[in-house]
């Protein structure tokens, strides 16, 4: 097993030392190629092509795809939806003649949808490999291809205490909130105006933090206070809502890169503050697979990253590729699902969510193994979930509606006079 990253106290990630990251490279380049090895085969020229539907935000890894029909001649027409609903909505209006062989990319919040509504056949992978716990599904329905833990992140700097001299006392307005734990911190008037959220009416992942929200807060117990409750509360500390995950993470959110020297001049030793930030902020709803994502972008494997995930309040969403019902070319979708299930295709699974491999036997990215967070998430009910999160996406509009507008006006009293006899 690889050797995981050193967290320090103030939540930046560091990377081990220069020999245990070489054995950890080492490792990987030879799990590689020795599943490049084992994806050749007799290619089978006369095949078809193998018509595979997914939406814009699933990766399909391109050398996998390569190898897919290198090995077996079978050449991959992929077609891309919008979003996750645009795929269900297209498998439901071409039901009498599916466009495509092989569905992948379906989520938790979908999964139960799908296979209820017989959209999928079940189909026994050859030669599976073992599963990260949790995410097979009964009777083979549909075959589980990765996952993300959905969770806050934060920018550690941010929270750091300036240091001052042993006879000084702190003063309450240089102090920083406390290091984020999870959700229940987005209503601490310590953290308001701090927080970057994608919004669930616009966002696949948004929806993600609101399923968590739920969970934390149901509507459905008397005890507790209900989440829209929870959530009016958020937006009045000055939680922001962006458009899109990508709006959040990239470009709302501060974290991501290296952490700043300190202290930067000696009479400036914390110069992390919403101001020295420049309107972009110190926490947002991503993934624990994030701090690896960040470090891609870094010129060479960075020593470590400004870049923390909260502990608490994480959801395990899995996606999930499954053989569409009535489709022309059902024995070549299982092949690719095949495929899907397969070193190769597996360790490319990588990509910008953070998102894991199904299997529970892949090795790790050198930045994964270095800056990816262990966390221990919450899984979803997918039956629940399913019948549920069309209602709450719209209970949620109508509460930012209400806040950003005001609730309705009351229903006017009319009073009626009948004329007397």
Not at 139 to 156: E, F, G, K, N, R
Request: hydrophobic content about 40%; overall charge negative; charged content about 20%.
């Amino acid at each position: 097993m690889a050797e995981s990253a050193a967290r320090g106290g103030d939540g930046v990630v560091r990377r081990p030392t220069p020999a245990a990251r070489l054995a950890v490279i080492a490792a990987g380049i030879a799990a590689v190629g020795a599943v490049v090895l084992a994806a050749c085969g007799t290619p089978d020229r006369g095949a078809a092509a193998v018509r595979v539907l997914t939406h814009r935000d699933f990766h399909l890894p391109a050398v996998a795809m390569e190898a897919f029909t290198e090995s077996t001649g079978i050449e991959v027409v992929v077609f891309r939806e919008d979003t996750p609903g645009d795929v269900i909505d297209l498998m439901e209006r071409s039901r009498a003649h599916p466009v495509a062989d092989v569905v992948i990319g379906v989520d938790t919040l979908d999964l139960q949808h799908v296979i209820d509504s017989g959209l999928v056949e079940p189909y026994v992978p050859l030669a599976p490999g073992p599963l990260v716990e949790g995410l097979a599904t009964d009777d083979h329905s549909m075959t589980p291809v990765s996952y993300i833990d959905a969770c806050l992140i934060y920018l550690p700097s941010f929270y750091v205490v300036p240091q001052r001299r042993i006879d000084e006392l702190p003063e309450a307005a240089t102090l920083p909130p406390p290091l984020p734990q999870g959700i229940d911190d987005l209503v601490d008037p310590a953290h308001s105006g701090t927080v970057v959220v994608a919004d669930p009416a616009s966002s696949r992942m948004g929806m993600y933090f609101l399923v968590t929200l739920e969970r934390l807060h149901p509507s459905r117990i008397a005890e507790g206070t209900p989440w829209p409750q929870v959530l009016d509360e958020m937006l009045r500390w000055g939680v922001e809502l962006a458009p899109t995950w990508e709006h959040a993470v990239f470009e709302r959110f501060a974290g991501g890169g290296p952490p700043p020297q300190r202290p930067i001049s000696e009479g400036d030793p914390d110069p992390v503050t919403l101001e020295s930030l420049a309107g972009r902020l110190p926490m947002t709803w991503g993934t624990a697979g994030m701090p690896s994502v960040y470090a891609q972008y870094q010129p060479g494997l960075p020593e470590s990253l400004d870049v923390g995930v909260a502990p608490n309040d994480c959801v395990r969403i899995a996606f999930y590729a499954g053989v569409v019902a009535g489709a022309q070319n059902q024995s070549l979708g299982g092949r690719f699902i095949d495929a899907v299930g397969q070193p190769l295709f597996q360790f490319g699974i990588a990509d910008r969510f953070g998102s894991r491999p199904a299997r529970n036997d892949i090795v790790a990215s050198p930045e994964w193994n270095f800056f990816g967070a262990d966390v221990v998430p919450y899984r979803p009910d997918p039956a629940y979930v399913g019948a549920n999160w069309k209602q709450w996406q719209l209970t949620w509009s109508q509460v930012v509606r209400n806040f950003a507008t005001g609730p309705p006006p009351p229903e006017p009293e009319v009073t009626v006079t009948l004329p007397s006899s």
